[in-house]
């Protein structure tokens, strides 16, 4: 039990936690939230001990076996297997005295290391290394490669497995799914939850803290408030406990109406029907749960586009790839203001690449690419982050897309990003990558673009931003395709679903939920296998040594009676030269004795010579049959 008693905690000037209290529970699993830079990393380095309490006390950490996943790495020349592999510092430290043994030619404590290594399971490392790369998204050719030959989203995922392959008794960890795709999210969530130790995690995934925790602690007001659940019950939860402290939701009943609007004039509409029943359902949602983020510091729009074209881009039996290589063949898509797809797909199978093909980014292999005259793409990937100015402010990245705009207009428009004062005036170089995250969208949403192409948006997004992003995604107007782990933001922003597979872009017909079951019961099909294949090497592997035991046995006879007769003729040569060393033997009248005993040693001495032969050769059948 760890019990975190009167905690007060500061960075620098700023008060993050003041005189709280909580308990965690062996086994339990947390999920932390609370608005970016109220305390949560802060709160990690302290169960860490690389930060100290300015007042309280932590109990219950000693003796406990904590690993957490690190948010950065440093340049190294080891290979990912290695590098993760050394998460076990316990394993690393047996390896490297092996190899000193070895060096130093040390039999005995090399035996002794082995015999440490077989105690902690070491001998299985690489390929629990592999099993965990692979679930991550690595292709199986990657656990070679040096790490420094890995990108940051890449190296962000070594860091991760390393976490995991650390023995823990806790594990922390800070934004796992930042950087995974859907499916490698899904793996990971299938990992955490068989996970025996506790967990704490941050996390502003909805669907995932809601599939692995079953308590949150919401950081508030300096307070840990501690709530019983997922993340869908705290929100309900705390929409009860908000309802009780504000009379009037201003902004709630505005948005209410807006989707009573909406499905008032297109619900027996064919073309508008799924949008319909997609605000119906937000509608039910919002009505008890919108309070809990009533007190968001986000509220934005996306503007109507200018202009529009119908269809907006159109591609036709494209070819889509890299230089000489292919990805995906035969795609034709068409996208029209209102379509709204979501994109789903392995790591590797071609979603990024289609949608770099789609902004153009990518030139076409093959086929044809048709944009619309009036055609204004808005396109976030996580490389847009990397392309912002960090010496200017946000008003001047905005101001430099459009110079004739007033500054009231862009610090307003700014405001609904929570970029207000100086945030909005400063330049950008000390943001957070959340920070970073919220202006590349604010530049995106800026531009007024008919068609909307997103690459994971929602990573370093808070809950309060998601949820933001959400509402506006909802009521654009153009066209929408988007990529993205957030299976929450996907089921209510998206009516449509692609499947990129064995190089084909097909409409996928089931919903989220079934592509979820599908991924999941691949990898328990695939685990099955892994625990069959395991079984029948352990069957295989008794059978062998039992017909191993059957063929040595023989031999293995054959040497103890070798053993025993070197032992036995030893002892009469022992007693022969005894006798020999009787000086009476020597005078006159014992001359027929000695020669008897002489000739005695000389027979024994043959058959010790004839015996150590003997049992060198079977011991050489017995090492040649064992293998």
């Not at 939860?237 to 909406?262: D, G, P, S, T, W």
């Not at 909802?474 to 089921?491: C, E, F, K, N, W």
């Amino acid at each position: 039990m760890i019990i975190l008693r009167d905690i007060t905690l500061r960075r620098g000037a700023k008060l993050l936690l003041h005189a709280t209290n909580v308990t965690i529970q062996p086994g339990q699993r947390l999920g932390l939230i609370g608005a970016n830079g109220c305390g949560k990393s802060s709160l990690f380095f302290l169960l860490q001990g690389e930060l100290c309490a300015d007042a309280g006390e932590i109990e219950g950490l000693n003796n406990l076996r904590l690993a957490h996943m690190a948010q950065e790495m440093r340049a190294t020349a080891q290979s990912a297997s290695e590098f993760v592999w050394r998460g076990d510092k316990q394993l690393a430290r047996l390896r490297e005295r092996e190899h000193a043994l070895e060096a130093r030619g040390d039999f005995e404590g090399l035996a002794h290391v082995h015999n440490q290594l077989e105690a902690i399971d070491g001998y299985s490392a690489e390929r629990r290394v592999r099993r965990l790369l692979q679930g991550l998204g690595f292709a199986l050719e990657d656990t070679d490669r040096p790490v420094n030959d890995f990108s940051g989203g890449w190296r962000i995922r070594l860091n991760l497995a390393r976490a995991l392959m650390t023995p823990s008794d806790i594990l922390l960890l800070d934004e796992p799914t930042n950087h995974l795709d859907l499916d490698a999210t899904l793996w990971l969530q299938q990992w955490l939850q068989h996970y025996a130790g506790t967990l704490v995690m941050i996390s502003h995934d909805r669907d995932f803290i809601d599939a692995t925790c079953q308590r949150i602690l919401h950081i508030e007001g300096q307070q840990l408030h501690s709530y019983k659940g997922n993340y869908s019950d705290f929100e309900r939860l705390r929409a009860e406990r908000m309802a009780n402290k504000h009379a009037h939701y201003e902004h709630q009943q505005r948005r209410v109406a807006q989707i009573e609007e909406f499905v008032r004039r297109f619900r027996y509409k064919a073309t508008k029907a799924k949008q319909a029943q997609s605000r119906l359902k937000e509608l039910e949602r919002m009505q008890t749960l919108a309070p809990a983020h009533a007190d968001s510091p986000f509220q934005f729009s996306f503007p109507s586009p200018p202009q529009e074209s119908d269809p907006l881009l159109r591609l036709e039996e494209a070819a889509l790839g890299h230089g000489d290589q292919m990805v995906v063949s035969g795609v034709d898509l068409t996208l029209r203001p209102g379509s709204r797809y979501g994109l789903l797909g392995r790591n590797g199978a071609g979603k990024s690449t289609l949608l770099k093909s789609l902004v153009g980014a990518l030139p076409l292999m093959s086929g044809t690419y048709t944009a619309g005259k009036h055609l204004r793409i808005g396109y976030f990937d996580q490389q847009q982050l990397e392309a912002l100015d960090l010496e200017a402010s946000p008003a001047l990245h905005l101001q430099r897309l459009s110079p004739a705009a007033r500054e009231q207009d862009i610090l307003n428009f700014l405001g609904g990003f929570n970029f207000r004062g100086d945030a909005a005036s400063t330049a950008i170089a000390p943001f957070s990558g959340g920070e970073k995250a919220r202006l590349a969208l604010a530049i995106v949403v800026w531009q007024k673009p008919n068609l909307l192409v997103l690459d994971e948006p929602t990573n370093h997004l808070d809950l309060d931003m998601r949820h933001a992003l959400e509402v506006a995604l909802q009521d654009y107007t153009g066209a929408l395709i988007v990529v993205s782990h957030d299976r929450h933001l996907l089921r209510n922003t998206v009516e449509e679903l692609l499947l990129i597979h064995d190089g084909q872009v097909e409409e996928y017909r089931e919903d989220l939920a079934g592509y979820e079951r599908w991924i999941v019961s691949h990898y328990k099909e695939y685990r099955k296998q892994k625990i069959h294949k395991s079984d029948s090497s352990r069957r295989e592997k008794r059978q062998q040594e039992a017909a191993e035991r059957d063929r040595l046995r023989p031999l293995q006879m054959q040497l103890a009676a070798t053993e025993a007769e070197m032992e036995s003729n030893s002892g009469k040569l022992g007693q022969v030269q005894e006798q020999l060393g009787n000086s009476e033997l020597y005078t006159t009248g014992q001359r027929a004795a000695l020669d008897d005993l002489l000739q005695r040693q000389g027979r024994l001495k043959k058959r010790a010579d004839e015996l150590d032969e003997l049992w060198l050769q079977q011991q050489h059948q017995i090492e040649e049959l064992s293998g």
